[in-house]
């Protein structure tokens, strides 16, 4: 079984930044697409980024530009750099595998 475990999130002013991580147990991360997706209250949940194990990148079209999804493989771990934050962009952020796991989420709340 893998287990995703996110960070990062807080509490941000419109404009500024926040990365957020997400640890991944187990040796098959490497072998895995990853993405991040969020869900604002009362709205469905939405792709934010993904990104496949080869390293291919894609972006909902609200975020690009302005955020940039990564990973690095020897620490199982993928992030999202989010930069020039806007109120829109609050909501729970999850991990997701394409192997069907969920992390737990992490809040992200942009002030305006």
């Known amino acids: 079984q893998v287990r995703l475990m996110e960070s990062g999130g807080g509490l941000v002013q419109t404009g500024g930044s926040l990365r957020l991580s997400c640890a991944a147990s187990?040796?098959?991360?490497?072998?895995?697409?990853m993405a991040w997706y969020r869900q604002a209250p009362g709205k469905p949940r939405e792709l934010v980024a993904g990104?496949?194990?080869?390293?291919?990148?894609n972006y909902a079209d609200s975020v690009k530009g302005r955020f940039t999804i990564s990973r690095d493989n020897a620490k199982n771990t993928v992030y999202l750099q989010m930069n020039s934050l806007k109120p829109e962009d609050t909501a729970v952020y999850y991990c997701?595998?394409?192997?069907?796991?969920w992390g737990q989420g992490t809040q992200v709340t942009v002030s305006s």
């Open positions: 187990g040796s098959i991360f490497s072998i895995n697409g």
């Open positions: 990104i496949t194990s080869g390293g291919s990148t």
């Open positions: 997701h595998s394409s192997m069907g796991y």
